[in-house]
């Protein structure tokens, strides 16, 4: 959605799902916090998990999508908190506004996609907030120092590959839609390649090819890693044994999920509950 021409950015507060939650990208820049819910974020070829008090950036044209994990029919009301702005209308300012330029280099790396923690993402929530109410000047000058704050933090994550570089057309980002959305709701069951071939109405070779060139990874290891990212929830939050979650996520064989684990995480399942249970004490997510 472009902004208008009589204003530098769009504030919006949105509900989960909606049409345009979906595998999407657009020429604006995006500031997303996600104020309610968990689920798995997909920002170019980076999958991870999101809790509330999200806070990511994301740049020009760069695939995204965060998936709350909600049963059927339900509505995660005033979930996401979306700031969109034109970085060409920053620029054209900075001419006769030589500080803006001091951005450049954040726009820059924002282009890959960028996560924020700790003080920057608590500091940051707080400012999307409160520019909900704010009107002229007063507006802008929050939108510019919301701007300031992210690109001076040291408390971030880039996330998507330098190398990721997707297909941008419609039809590829309508099939990317129906895959990632299929591989999503059926990520627990027996799932297999063919199984999504079908989906996106192509051979196996032909899919497996479009698959790593829009998604950066291959389908298995998208697979694994939306697997595991969804047992690190369940891990972190629930009380389930380590063998009950392996099956829930997919995992036929506790030995393979172990192993996965380990080579993902760095620690075995019940080491990252030990750790999710007592918190990262420097406020960046848990490995």
């Not at 919301?146 to 309508?174: I, K, M």
């Not at 063919?194 to 829009?214: C, I, W």
């Amino acid at each position: 959605m472009l902004t208008a021409e009589n204003e530098t950015f769009l504030w919006r507060i949105d509900d989960y799902p909606w049409e345009r939650a979906v595998w999407n990208f657009h020429p604006e820049f995006e500031i997303h916090l996600i104020r309610k819910s968990t689920g798995t974020v997909f920002i170019g070829d980076y999958i991870g998990e999101f809790s509330p008090g999200h806070l990511t950036i994301v740049g020009s044209n760069l695939p995204h999508n965060w998936v709350s994990h909600v049963s059927a029919g339900e509505i995660v009301k005033s979930r996401d908190l979306v700031v969109q702005f034109d970085p060409e209308k920053l620029r054209k300012a900075s001419i006769h506004l030589p500080e803006i330029g001091a951005l450049e280099k954040f726009l820059e790396l924002a282009l890959r996609g960028i996560l924020f923690f700790g003080d920057a993402a608590r500091i940051g929530a707080n400012a999307l907030e409160a520019m909900g109410d704010a009107r002229g000047l007063d507006r802008l000058n929050q939108f510019l120092h919301l701007l300031e704050t992210l690109a001076t933090s040291d408390s971030y994550r880039v996330l998507s590959s330098p190398g990721f570089f997707p297909d941008l057309n419609s039809s590829a980002l309508n099939i990317m839609q129906r895959c990632t959305g299929y591989i999503c709701d059926h990520m627990a069951s027996d799932l297999s390649l063919p199984d999504v071939a079908r989906v996106a109405g192509m051979t196996e070779s032909t899919f497996s090819r479009f698959f790593q060139k829009n998604s950066g990874r291959s389908f298995t290891d998208y697979l694994a890693e939306l697997r595991i990212g969804r047992a690190c929830r369940l891990l972190a939050e629930t009380q389930q044994p380590v063998s009950a979650i392996c099956y829930e996520v997919g995992y036929d064989n506790l030995s393979n999920f172990n192993r996965n684990f380990l080579r993902r995480r760095g620690m075995t399942p019940s080491r990252y509950r030990d750790l999710a249970l007592r918190k990262c004490p420097t406020g960046s997510p848990c490995p």
